[in-house]
């Protein structure tokens, strides 16, 4: 399969800011990008060479935007499977419709890790409400269509179980043990199509109310840990034949680094790698599923991430004047919960902060 040159045009399903930041940084290399939203207001649309706003199970706009593209990609993993198999029919699409498989299901997810002879939180599967043996603390995830804690309950008993699984509407659900975790980190790490991988220094991550508030680069990882981090993406990634950027959080314990979770895509807890990296998370992501060289993903500053969610970007002024790189998502309307912006401070600013 040949790289697509500069000029050629990258599909993005999705319109999000991950969507947003994939388009900027496209750009900067000459590539053109065409972003599929359903949203008529998506952030993505902003900054993007070409955009079709339909339904993810429209057929005809779906084979036209492949046909518009050279590859195609996606910023969410609940990428609708159906979606998946009409652009996979025409245009090669990365990371693969096996990754998205394994990845939209918890319970597939954790025993591909186990399989991997990786470490998670001990887990099963519930499909029934009733006859679990819940050791406490416990959570109940959904198995499907998670995201920022959504479908999550902690659970202490029997009782709680199955209320929560009431509360889910019976859905499929995974029930984890509670990891008493030191601090949380996460792996990023790009592999191109040829294989080759390149992995970022893991930041600490910081989370409120299940959304992510900010990461630590360096984070508090030592050296072994940190390299130890880099082997479980590798080993992933190899696993999955994986072209792209991938993340892995981590859950860090007294003495071990314990999976959390997969996501198949550029991540939240990377942006800093924007300012304090060479190539950018979202610049290695292009160049992966184009088929291009992977860039350096060497770290030349400190930074710290912090996310602007829900009124927080409502002072903009302050924001501006506060100093830090800002991004502004471009959201027309701050809700609670919804990630609105982000700033990142290299180190020279965190220490006058
Ligand atoms: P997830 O949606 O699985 O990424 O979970 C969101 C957040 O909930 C994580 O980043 C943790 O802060 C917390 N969490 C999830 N699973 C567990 C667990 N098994 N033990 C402790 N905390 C958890």
Redesign the pocket.
Known sequence: MNAVPPGGTIGILGGGQLGRMLALAAARLGLKTHIYSPETDAPAFQVSTALTCAAFDDKAALENFAAACDVVTFEFENVPARTVDIIAASRPMFPSAATLAVTQD?FEEKSFVASLGLKT?PFRKVDGGKDVDVPAP??L?TRRF???????AKVANATDLARAFESFRRAPCIL??????EF?ASMIAARGRDGAIAAYDPPE?I?QD?I?RRSIVPSRLTEAQSGEAKAIAKKIADALDYVGVLAV?L?VTKDALLV??IAPRVHNSGHWTIEACLTSQFEQHIRAVAGWPLGDPARHSDAVMDNLIGAETDDWRALAAGGGALHLYGKSESRPGRKMGHVTYLKAMTAAR
């Open positions: 918890r939180a416990s959570i995830k998670g995201y920022d804690g959504k479908g999550q984890e043990g509670f990891v008493d975790f949380e991550n989370h299940h992510l959080e859950f959390n979770e």
